[in-house]
């Protein structure tokens, strides 16, 4: 087996290279060596934390500069002939140094430079490599046609899928994970370059209805391969609704299902990508460690089925699971990924309507307390003006001094005009900030569509709920709430209908009890 050398700065990582190293590599082309100044510069790779790097065990090995340095004057060798191809980046041009003292390095550990490229360059890289390239990913297409025809054999699996985000849209697929039985996971790697063939291979697998399919939060994976044109079929069990039905006021996510069922606590996706404004997506990520999170998701989603699926059974709610839950699943995920039709340009021009309408309430306030420079949403500054300046009954008291919560001033509305102003005025602030603004920066604006998220396990009720954004409480009590409500439209040649029920759940009640009182009464 050959290895590949390839140099290259962190700009060149940027701009194709990582096309190159993420292939998948036929039986001639054994390992990748990534040589780059400082591996954390380095996008969508990680070093090995324990061995550094290594060529025999790694399909894509990583070593920063200093190592390399390290490893060669210690004389170490690996036993197999090195081909270098060394690539470098515009950079590299201002660093000379660097250059000459890597491809030195991989001379004296066994490598020969072939030629140097630019990262525009990118099809000569390529075509210069001494050993065959084929564009795959983690696990190549024979081998995951393989993987799918044991799935294939089976009656249930479990899966997860991993992508660079939860923008439906715009994020795109890592890898995906499997599991049959407990403690043992397979994960394929997805690229952008392998990605239609390997959706087109795992689809007769997903696709076939005498297969069961396991997943935590399974909408979510079932949108991720809807966007690939995979649809899955047959009967899907959801960890995370199942336990829902068990216990609707616990938490359900599987960090910790897996501490209070398993007694095991999962790898954090945190020591993966980090957090805050650090935080990389899971393409930035070793495949190695991908793999490893990724499998245990799988693994472990399939050893809570093996709990919490029995305790459903025993509590006789199989018939409410399959029958009203599951499919939900189906329809919550099509409504999701239809999303809502929002007119953009008229909702924009009532944002500049509410917020001239603001300016003249807050004007109109402050030429009442004779304070030109009082600020409205202070409350502070609010109760001084009021219960001292102007005198107004003081019906309650904080810590930090007067209240001026909304139920106080309902009180004293009739006490001075200056009262029924500031109500306006917070109402109008709300109305702008939570649904104009709030909803025009959650908009897509190619699609002029906004798109929820609908939750099943939120509610211990067992009612639907929405979020990110709430489409559920669009104001309807005031005049200026019902306007907000025009914004949202069909689209062309289709028609939207907006339904409620009095009293749903007690109306349900009477239905499935058949209770003589209550179906007189709903």
Not at 274 to 290: I, P, Y
Not at 336 to 355: I, K, P, Q, S
Not at 398 to 420: C, M, Q
């Amino acid at each position: 087996k050959k290895v590949v050398a390839v140099i290259g700065d962190s700009t060149f990582m940027h701009s194709g290279m990582t096309g190159l190293v993420n292939m998948a590599y036929n039986e001639s082309c054994g390992t990748v060596i990534i040589v780059d100044n400082s591996i954390t510069g380095m996008t969508g790779h990680q070093q090995n934390p324990t061995t550094g790097f290594n060529l025999k065990g790694d399909p894509c090995a990583k070593i920063d500069l200093e190592t390399l340095c390290r490893a060669a004057d210690s004389g170490y060798r690996y036993g197999v002939p090195v081909m270098g191809v060394t690539a470098v980046g515009k950079e590299m041009e201002r660093t000379p140094k660097y250059f000459l003292l890597a491809t030195r390095v991989l001379a004296e550990l066994g490598a020969s430079v072939i030629k140097t490229y630019y990262c525009e360059d990118f099809e000569k890289v390529v075509a210069a490599c001494p050993v065959p390239i084929v564009i795959a990913g983690g696990k190549k297409l024979p081998e995951l046609e393989a993987l799918v025809a044991r799935l294939s054999s089976v009656k249930e699996f479990s899966f997860a899928t991993e992508t660079t985000g939860f923008d439906m849209f715009r994020d795109r697929i890592v890898g995906m994970s499997f599991a049959v039985e407990a403690h043992e996971a397979w994960y394929v790697d997805f690229s952008v370059e392998n990605t239609p063939a390997f959706a087109e291979a795992v689809r007769p697998l997903f696709e076939n209805e005498a297969i069961t399919k396991v997943a935590q939060n399974i909408k979510f994976d079932m949108m991720v391969l809807a966007r690939l044109g995979v649809e899955v079929r047959g009967r899907l069990i959801d960890t995370m609704i199942v336990h829902y039905l068990l216990d609707p006021e616990s938490r359900h996510n599987m960090d910790f299902l897996a501490e209070r069922y398993l007694n095991y606590s999962p790898i954090s996706i945190e020591t993966l990508i980090g957090k805050g404004a650090k935080q990389l997506t899971m393409d930035m990520v070793g495949v190695e460690r991908v793999a490893e999170y990724a499998a245990e998701d799988a693994d472990v989603t399939l050893r809570l089925k093996h709990v919490l699926y029995p305790e459903v059974e025993k509590m006789a709610m199989l018939d409410l699971y399959h029958n009203i839950e599951a499919p939900m699943i189906d329809v919550l995920a099509a409504m999701e990924m239809a999303g809502v039709t929002v007119d953009c340009e008229a909702l924009a021009r009532y944002a500049v309507e509410l917020r001239e309408m603001l300016q003249r309430l807050e004007s109109e306030v402050r030429e009442m307390a004779g304070e030109p420079a009082l600020n409205i949403n202070s409350s502070r500054q609010l109760g001084e003006v009021l219960f001292e300046e102007m005198g107004l009954p003081c019906l309650k008291k904080t810590k930090t001094g007067y209240s001026t919560a909304a139920d106080v001033l309902e009180k004293l509305r009739f006490e001075h005009p200056i009262v029924d102003k500031i109500l306006n005025y917070r109402t109008l602030a709300k109305l702008k900030s939570t649904y104009a603004d709030g909803l025009l920066a959650v908009m897509d604006m190619d699609t002029e569509k906004i798109y929820s998220t609908f939750n099943q396990t939120i509610t211990a009720t067992g009612r639907i709920s929405s979020t990110e954004p709430n489409l559920q409480n669009i104001p309807v009590r005031s005049e200026l709430g019902r306007e907000m409500r025009k914004f949202f439209k069909a689209k062309d040649g289709c028609v939207r209908i907006d339904a409620d029920y009095s009293q749903i759940e007690l109306r349900m009640l009477a239905g499935f009890s058949q209770d003589a009182n209550l179906l007189a009464a709903f």
